[in-house]
RNA sequence: GGGGAUAUAGCUCAGCUGGUAGAGCGUCUGAAUGGCAUUCAGAAGGUCAGGGGUUCGACUCCCCUUAUCUCCA
């Protein structure tokens, strides 16, 4: 068989399945922001997991596709594993084709037989089949539909043969094709054995059940088929290659890793290239699909994988970054299938090199404190480098064992790796333990319509609104336990509920008696939340809903804002900026996004420079309702939102047809000219790659100026009379001009904010010159009291009294603060040559005490500092102590001050 | 979600069982040299991350918060 390369074999099987009637879709991301249950896509299955659970359908019955998949850390996959051999890996391509309540298991098998055996030419008398052990649809299909050798139809269990997405949930038997591959024909036991040459290359699942919670099986109204078959492995095998990395889809790469580090792809290094060219095909998909490295979740899945491709590197004596070289070749052999890696190539490089660059000081803190380690163990007999430290130096520094393992090595040691396993086996078991604590609060059934409400078909539109409000009928009240709050269902609510980052409503309820309640939340579309309901009869009664119409005007403004900045980040930072999560509020709006550094002044300049260009346009707002999925997906450069799923129809939001169009279920303004002016207010990183950025519009800014003033304001008062007046009469000023001021004439608000970021600045100027005065007027206090201090001492001493030539001084010091005091301790030493001192001050109503001793004392007459000065300030009803030449000492008792000094001489004279 | 670690001068970090906050590099000043590299002498520079507690006294011990690093899930 010549060779065939891995594009044409893609492309054949879409080829195949299309001129079957099926429906050629695009991957999902890699990374399923909207299913938080799931870290990586794992199977092709993924995006069509609400068909199969019935919660969602598709404008086709019948689809194809190829999956980017990534397989890390889970049951499926060690990531140690992959490199070693030839057929694990932690990014792969999965091809599959699904029929949704179309065809089944006839065609699917009928088709999967034609594709391997007539397109591919796959020799019968090498292909096995498989089928669920009471399956004898699928075997007699086999039979009827196919002419394989009747032999090699095997019959398996649950295990090898039986489908399941979880505990519960869509379910079925299934039917697997095996290769056989070996020299001489294999045996059918051969077959699931887990030998290399025998291995399964497509599974065909048959999904006709639903498993309860009980366990049960009940059969489906609609059957699906859901197959799936590793791109990978399909090409090893028509090219006749003994490991998934001697194909076209791996052998650029490795080209490219021998040119960089010189090395040829044979012996030993054979598994480090195959590593490092998988887990480089891994990041570079999932950093383009909006993952990002980082210490938790699948960013730390990504770091993971990283970390082990430089310590990897390292086998091939290359200790420089180089991942992100590797980039570009990854996007040359897969941007034609996949143009998403195309378009984000620069970020993913800057993002790996980031990470490689952040690994490398890590090593270097590593390896610091293996040298610590060393230092202390080094002369022990037994050369065991102990497993704990080896342990913590993983655990809390991050440094593989590997390394420690070929550091201690170079140094005569051996690492002590079951102790090693048994800290990271007590780590684990920790984690489970704590996941077991768990408790799941979730109370969804509250907020779920119940078949009698849903029988009255309450409408949720808060759409079109009036400031009149709008007239209903009340359907249901509930009580929250234990709580003031009642859950309300209007037949018609005009009130938002929380949705795409859009805060809910708020308002009031009237009814036609007057009785008025008001409303502080809703959830669900229809649930609204009141207080201090009285329990006053209200079914079927007549209501007047009133949403509070000048927050949600705020709010709007906030939510088309954030559509333009959304758009306008992608401009000037590239289109790897993606909504990681939102906040519009009527206060403020809050948008975070994938970026690896900190916004530039320019940047942010730029940034709101587009933003309010496309405000004063004054741009009419257009929203396309009930639009076909499909539609939808046709507009040029739209945005999708992670965290919602989407039905067959959907709402757009299009501001200027060239520039904004997102999915959006949010209220928004008429003409973005509503919005007022658009203004960052702060910049900041959540996490690694992460940047969060709040802003503010219309009345948002009026605020922002008030608040701003409040600071000055503090800052002004700090200040003395001299500077502070001019800023007060600015203020004045200020104050009056916010009153009168239209938060809708941008222009003035963009004045107003400039002036006042000009006052701050020189006020803020002004403050730190103030500071800096006075801290140097402070220090020159200091310094001269401390002169005062010094003299004080030195004519205590002088007029104290010698016994056997040593000095014995005590006395008070008149000194006012503790940072005094701490500065003259060690002038006390230098004035006194030979002697004992004792010195004593009241600060703060407490006494505190520092006695030296000359160094001739201690030795010859074994007197010590702390010891004296403890005997006295236990006298003091304190305590202390110190070095025998200097202690300190702290009491309270201030009036036996002087009859302590007294003691304290009468005492020595006898030691001495 | 759970565990470990770190936060001290502009930078990199010491600081023991509570009792005088330090080093190296950098900065500034001065000296040596025609200039630079360099050498020597000196100086400035600290809310010991923030907040609470224990204590006569906390950089040090305890608790909380924040940020960063790291491992496990």
């Known amino acids: 068989m010549n060779f065939i390369s891995s594009k044409e074999i893609r492309e054949s099987f879409l080829k195949f399945f299309e001129s079957k009637n099926h429906t050629i879709v695009p991957s999902s991301p890699v990374v399923p922001f909207e299913d938080q249950t799931l870290l990586f896509a794992n199977a092709g299955m993924n995006q069509f997991k609400d068909v199969f659970l019935g919660l969602g359908t598709r404008e086709y019955k019948r689809a194809a596709d190829t999956q980017k998949c990534i397989r890390a850390g889970g049951k499926h996959n060690d990531l140690e594993e992959v490199g070693v051999d030839g057929y694990h890996h932690t990014f792969f391509e999965m091809l599959g084709n699904w029929s949704f309540g179309d065809y089944y298991k006839k065609e699917a098998i009928a088709w999967a037989w034609e594709l391997l055996t007539e397109v591919w030419k796959l020799p019968k ?111 090893r095998v028509l090219n006749k290659k003994k490991s998934n990395y001697d194909t076209d889809l791996f052998t650029p790469i490795l080209d490219k890793i021998g040119k960089i580090t010189g090395k040829k ?114 002369n022990n007999s037994d050369k065991v480098f102990p497993g704990e430290d080896a342990f913590k130096l993983y655990d809390t520094y991050g440094f593989p064992v590997d390394l420690t393992q070929v550091m201690a090595r170079e140094n005569g040691f051996e690492v002590d790796m079951k102790k090693f396993d048994e800290e990271m086996k007590k780590q684990k078991d920790r984690a489970r333990a704590a996941r077991k604590d768990e408790v799941i609060l979730a109370d969804t059934k509250m907020f779920e319509l119940d078949e009698k409400l849903k029988a009255e078909n309450p409408v949720y539109n808060p759409y079109n609104l009036s400031e009149k409000g709008i ?25 938002y509920s929380e949705s795409g980052g859009q805060v809910s409503d708020t308002g009031k309820l009237v009814f036609a008696d007057g009785y008025e309640l008001e409303v502080i939340d809703v959830k669900n579309n229809h649930f609204i939340y009141v207080k201090n309901y009285d329990h006053r009869n209200l079914f079927r009664k007549e209501v007047t809903a009133f949403v509070d119409y000048k927050r949600r005007r705020a709010i709007q403004r906030n939510h088309s804002a954030t559509h333009l900045l959304h758009e306008a980040l992608r401009e000037v930072l590239g289109n790897h900026v993606k909504q990681m999560g939102s906040l519009v509020s009527d206060e403020y709006l809050r948008f975070d996004f994938p970026h690896f550094k900190k916004l530039s002044a320019e940047e942010i300049r730029k940034i709101e420079e587009i933003v309010n260009d496309k405000i004063s346009g004054n741009i009419k707002v257009d929203t396309l309702e009930d639009l076909p999925l499909e539609e939808a997906n046709n507009i040029p450069n739209v945005k999708k939102f992670f965290g919602d799923k989407y039905g067959s129809r959907v709402r757009i939001v299009r501001m200027d047809e060239n520039f904004s169009a997102e999915f959006c279920g949010g209220t928004h303004v008429a003409s973005t000219g509503d919005i007022g002016l658009f203004k960052i207010v702060k910049e900041e990183s959540i996490s690694s790659g992460v940047r969060r950025i709040f802003a503010r519009t219309g009345e948002g800014i009026i605020r922002l100026i008030e608040e701003r003033i409040n600071d000055i304001e503090s800052i002004v008062s700090e200040l003395p009379e001299k500077y502070s007046s001019k800023f007060k009469e600015a203020l004045e000023k200020i104050r009056d001009g916010v009153k009168s001021a239209d938060y809708t004439d941008a222009s003035m608000m963009k004045l107003m904010l400039e002036h006042q970021s000009n006052t701050i600045k020189s006020l803020n100027e002004i403050r730190e010159k103030f500071i800096e005065e006075k801290k140097q007027q402070q220090k020159k206090m200091l310094k001269q009291n401390i002169g005062r201090h010094i003299e004080q001492i030195k004519s205590i001493i002088d007029s104290s009294e010698t016994v056997n030539g040593s000095t014995v001084a005590a006395g008070r010091l008149d000194i006012q603060t503790s940072d005094e005091f701490k500065e003259i301790v060690d002038e006390i030493r230098k004035a006194l040559k030979n002697g004992v001192a004792l010195f004593a001050a009241v600060i703060d109503g407490k006494i505190n005490l520092v006695c030296a001793v000359s160094d001739n004392l201690i030795k010859e007459k074994g007197l010590s500092a702390g010891k004296l000065i403890s005997e006295t300030a236990k006298e003091l009803g304190g305590g202390g102590g110190g070095r025998p030449q200097l202690a300190t000492a702290g009491a309270r008792n201030v009036e036996g001050i002087d009859a302590s000094l007294a003691n304290f001489v009468s005492n020595l004279k006898l030691k001495l």
């Not at 095996?178 to 040459?197: Q, R, S, W, Y």
């Not at 952040?358 to 163990?377: A, K, M, P």
Request: hydrophobic share 35%; aromatic share 8%; with cysteine.
């Open 265 to 378: 792809y044979e012996g030993e290094y054979i598994s480090p290239f195959n590593a490092i060219a998988d887990h480089i095909r891994a990041l570079t998909f999932a950093i383009s699909d909006g993952a990002i490295p980082s210490n938790e979740g699948r960013g730390y899945v990504l770091r993971r994988i990283l970390r082990r491709a430089l310590r990897l590197a390292r086998k091939l004596d290359y200790n420089e970054p180089m991942l992100h070289e590797l980039v570009d070749t990854v996007v040359t052999n897969f941007g034609g299938v996949f143009p998403e890696i195309r378009d984000k190539k620069d970020f993913v490089k800057n993002v790996i090199k980031a990470e490689e660059d952040s690994f490398n000081l890590t090593l270097d803190r590593g390896i610091e404190h293996f040298q610590n380690v060393y230092e202390r163990i080094k």
């Open 471 to 495: 007239k209903t009928t009340l359907l249901q009240a509930k009580r929250i336990a234990g709580s003031d709050l009642e859950v309300l269902v209007l037949k018609d609510n005009p009130f």
């Open 125 to 235: 008398d090498r292909l096995w089949a498989t089928v669920y052990k009471s399956d004898e649809e699928a075997l007699n299909l086999w039979k009827t539909e196919t002419d394989i050798n009747h032999s090699h139809i095997l019959k398996f269990g649950e295990k090898d043969n039986f489908w399941e997405m979880g505990e519960t949930g869509p379910c079925g038997p299934c039917s697997e094709i095996h290769v056989d591959l070996t020299d001489n024909g294999c045996k059918p036991e051969d077959v699931n054995a887990g030998l290399e040459d025998v291995i399964e290359i497509w599974n065909l699942v048959f999904i006709q059940y639903n498993r309860d919670e009980k366990g049960e099986l009940h059969p489906l109204p609609m059957k699906h088929v859901d197959t799936g078959m590793g791109l990978e492995r399909v090409v």
